[in-house]
């Protein structure tokens, strides 16, 4: 059907008619346009009016979840709604991620996870999600460095020694992370890209076991969180060699960084962010991270970050977003050159 035109001649009734119709239907949709087009600024400004969702994509208890729950009490305080954790744990955090992509991108359902969401899309063929797509970042949370732990009767005391010896035996040294595609496993294939030497991975189902497996000298070194293997290098059961991240942790000040000894463009950070579905409105983004800004500079919360051997940090989305396009980018480059690639 086509609009009639406007004429300066005469019209019949029923011209005038269809003229009224097609001008009523014209207002109509354009108010209906102005509500779809108002309604997330709307909504932004109410936000939140009830509880929020802020899902783990891990089990209760893990390292990620612990800082979710660090996090739970003051956030909620500061957005004035009760924030839940749920625990969606599965598939290295795939589940719970997920169904924080195809959730109403109305700001009450967040994802709390780590550095894994940069890691997985290299890795894992198929994802049921798009992680540059799908999601827009809030905020970095928290920083934890992964550190490298030796059994404490291996002969290398630094990392030019392990190198040394890395270089004379290839492949015959091994290293145990905590899976596929961790953090860990990440730090340990990079390390071996940058100074052209080849160890041997061993993943294991978690830090606890790889430790184990370290204390018993099953294997000479570990890749791990510092929360997993603090209280074992603080005994002298096991010998830190360095640490991944750009600087030191204040947990071992005396330990030094990768760099440090002499790899440079190294950098494996183990951080703890939070995000939501793409579409979310930006005001709601912004409140978010300006409320976990808030949170993690408090003392009381900034001394609870630390005890598990991170850092608070409570970036900027925009700051998040960069780290994210980076790391994505970098991750893939590293899976394709170590071929690292899980069905």
């Known amino acids: ?105 109305d700001g009450y359902t967040v994802l709390f996870t780590l550095s ?57 040294i091994s290293y145990g992370s905590v899976g596929n595609g961790s953090p860990s496993h990440i730090a340990g294939e990079l390390l071996g890209l940058r100074t052209n030497t080849k160890m041997q991975h061993i993943p294991y189902r978690g830090g606890g076991p790889g430790i184990n497996d370290v204390l018993g000298n099953q294997i000479p070194l570990l890749w791990v969180s510092i929360p997993a293997a603090a209280g074992f290098v603080k005994t002298g059961q096991l010998k830190a060699l360095a640490v991944s991240t750009a600087k030191r942790s204040p947990m071992f000040p005396d330990v030094p960084t990768i760099q440090e000894s002499g790899v440079p463009d190294f950098e494996v950070d183990s951080w703890y962010a939070m995000f939501v579905p793409s579409t979310t409105p930006q005001p709601v983004i912004d409140r978010l991270a300006k409320a976990v800004s808030v949170t993690v500079q408090k003392p009381e919360i900034k001394e609870k970050l630390l005890g598990q051997g991170a850092e608070a940090v409570g970036s900027t989305s925009a700051e998040l977003n960069e780290v994210v396009t980076t790391e994505l980018t970098k991750w893939a480059s590293l899976a394709k050159e170590a071929h690292i690639q899980i069905n």
Do not use: C
């Open 1 to 105: 059907m086509s609009i009639p035109a406007l004429n300066s001649g005469s019209r019949s009734g029923s011209q005038f008619q269809k003229s009224g119709r097609w001008s009523k239907l014209a207002a109509g949709m354009a108010v209906a346009t102005g509500l779809t087009m108002t309604a997330p600024v709307v909504m932004a400004d109410n936000w939140p009016d009830r509880p929020i969702r802020m899902v783990v994509p891990y089990p209760p208890g893990g390292g990620t979840d612990i800082i979710a729950r660090i996090m739970q009490e003051d956030l909620s305080k500061q957005l004035g709604q009760t924030v839940v954790i749920e625990n969606r744990g599965g598939a290295a955090g795939m589940i719970g991620t997920e169904a924080v992509a195809r959730a109403d991108p």
């Open 116 to 172: 894994s969401h940069t890691i997985n899309p290299a890795i894992y063929k198929k994802l049921n999600f798009d992680t540059a797509k799908d999601f827009a970042p809030v905020s970095m949370v928290a920083s934890l460095p992964q550190i490298l732990v030796a059994n404490k009767q291996f002969s290398a005391n630094n990392v030019a020694e392990l190198l040394e010896q890395a270089r004379a035996k290839p492949g015959e």
